[in-house]
């Protein structure tokens, strides 16, 4: 059972918005910066979000995070079916002296 | 471009060792930014952290690995590499290797590796 929990999944339209929520404590997300990752099945995770909010130079503004207290989120605007994957959250957690993931949350476009 | 490439056993029985290399190649695991280390996913479930270690060789686990895994560098080679020991069918997953960006305590995953399957069976 992940420390931080995100849920199973999200869906909307192909053009809509969806947004993901990462939920932790105050060991982790209270006190760092989160990153998050998109897993294509079959592929390796790539790095979407870092710092909480900054992306690296690939990735399209269309995807964008944010954090707050003890919770993080990860939004999605102009879905495409592209976007099919799973996503997951991840941080430092001062406690555990590791980093951890979020339980992972799969984007569907209907 | 930094790439990395893993290898394993692909096949292991259970009780014996996991032993993985990960190929560092267009970059350095010498660098002070960058710590290295390794992640697995259970087939159909999430992501699992296993490990990191710095340049300086400063080593953090997952706390419920921690009794089984030792990761070292070789910098002559530039390659670090993952030991997993007393493994059951549990084990059995896609291994990563990645590099994550260090900012104390703060990082990231900014690359990873393609990824090796591992099934533990006797």
């Known amino acids: 059972q992940s420390v931080l929990t995100q849920p199973p999944s999200v869906s909307a339209a192909p053009g809509q918005k969806v947004t993901i929520s990462c939920s932790g404590g105050s060991s982790n997300i209270g006190k760092n910066y989160v990153s998050w990752y998109q897993q294509v099945p079959g592929t390796a995770p790539k790095l979407l979000i870092y710092?909480?909010?900054k992306r690296p130079s690939e990735i399209p503004d269309r995807f964008s995070g944010s954090r707050s207290g003890t919770s993080a989120t990860l939004g999605i605007t102009g879905l495409q079916t592209g976007d099919e994957a799973d996503y997951y959250c991840?941080?430092?957690?001062?406690?555990?002296?590791?980093?951890?993931f979020g339980s992972g949350t799969g984007v569907a476009v209907l | 471009q930094l790439q990395l490439q893993e290898s394993g056993p692909g096949l292991v029985k259970p009780a014996e060792t996991l032993s993985f290399n990960c190929t560092v190649s267009g970059g350095s695991v010498s660098s002070t930014r960058y710590h290295w280390g390794w992640i697995r996913q259970p087939p159909g479930k999430g992501l699992e952290w296993i490990g990191i270690i710095s340049d300086r060789g400063i080593t953090y686990y997952n706390p419920s690995l921690k009794s089984r895994v030792t990761i070292s560098v070789d910098a002559s080679k530039n390659q670090f590499s993952l030991k997993l020991s007393s493994v059951t069918a549990a084990d059995t997953a896609f291994y990563y290797c990645a590099r994550h960006f260090y900012f104390g305590p703060y990082y990231h995953i900014d690359v990873w590796g393609k990824g090796t399957a591992v099934t533990v069976s006797s």
């Open positions: 710092e909480d909010y």
């Open positions: 991840a941080t430092w957690d001062n406690s555990l002296r590791g980093f951890i």
